[in-house]
């Protein structure tokens, strides 16, 4: 059978337009099996308006941010040491804000660790969860 077979026709009748219609949603659970069978979470669709919206069935990461924020501030800090021996180029160019950019990196990096530390503390101490690790 071809793919026009399973077009939808205004001359065809209830039970046609059912049995078209049923091999549609077969294919497309089909579809869908093997997409979870490949390790791909189960996707729910929801119309709003005119735009279908596919929303993936997925647990959050349990991650606290300390390393994530740990790391970027090292870089940032080793960006800003580095910078150090060019300081003297950077002024004559015109270019010194790499500098205070690589400090408030560095800066703000310090302060986000430790927002991240007391978040994780307090997520731990919560009764019922999980333990982050």
């Known amino acids: 059978m071809s793919e026009d ?12 337009i059912e049995r078209k219609l049923g091999h549609r949603e077969r294919a497309r659970l089909e579809r ?3 997409r979870h069978e490949l390790g791909h979470p189960d996707v729910d669709e929801f119309e709003i308006g005119n735009t279908t919206h596919r929303v993936a069935a ?3 990461m349990d991650v606290d941010g300390v390393r994530t924020m740990t790391v970027g501030t090292i ?3 080793v960006i800003a040491v580095a910078l150090v021996p060019f300081l ?7 270019r ?14 310090l302060i986000g660790i430790e927002y991240c530390r007391r978040r994780r503390n307090a997520l731990n101490h919560q ?3 999980r333990r982050i690790e």
């Open 5 to 16: 077979d399973w077009a939808v026709h205004d001359s065809d009748g209830p039970e046609t």
């Open 32 to 34: 869908a099996a093997r």
């Open 58 to 60: 997925v647990e959050p």
């Open 75 to 77: 870089i940032w800090g």
């Open 88 to 94: 003297g180029t950077l002024e004559s160019d015109g």
């Open 96 to 109: 010194t804000w790499w500098m205070w950019a690589a400090l408030a990196g560095f800066g703000l990096g």
């Open 127 to 129: 009764p019922g969860r």
